[in-house]
Nanobody, 124 residues
Framework: QVQLAESGGGLVQPGGSLRLSCAAV????????VSWFRQPPGKEREFVAA????????LYTNSVKGRCTVSRDNAKNTVYLQMSSLKPEDSAVYYC?????????????????WGQGTQVTVSA
């Protein structure tokens, strides 16, 4: 289990940008896959993006490709989700999570640690 600290959510107008951060507390992300999921109101949690810490390989869900970039900062032991051209349908609670296998997965059941979530609201 990894303790995760998320930050960076907020209210933004359509077309705007936000950067979410996810820091590991007490250990590094080394050998893990770190992913972002989101849960819109009244809907199920869904995969957004993933990064394999050791290789830097990334994966995105189709709806955010070209608008979001997941990256890592080794020195800060932090994963970022840079989101731009935000749409109202991007509004959700965003969670970061870790998969100790180091493999990329879009299934939430493969992730063993979760952050507390950060609210992103896209509205005029």
């Amino acid at each position: 289990q990894v303790q995760l600290a998320e930050s960076g959510g907020g209210l933004v107008q359509p077309g705007g940008s936000l950067r979410l951060s996810c820091a590991a507390v007490g250990r590094t992300f080394s050998s893990y896959t770190v992913s972002w999921f989101r849960q819109p109101p009244g809907k199920e949690r869904e995969f957004v993006a993933a990064i394999v810490w050791n290789s830097g390989s990334t994966l995105y869900t189709n709806s955010v490709k070209g608008r979001c970039t997941v990256s890592r900062d080794n020195a800060k032991n932090t994963v970022y989700l840079q989101m731009s051209s935000l749409k109202p349908e991007d509004s959700a609670v965003y969670y970061c999570s870790t998969n100790p296998s180091g493999r990329v997965s879009t299934r939430s059941r493969d992730y063993t640690s979760w952050g507390q979530g950060t609210q992103v609201t896209v509205s005029a």
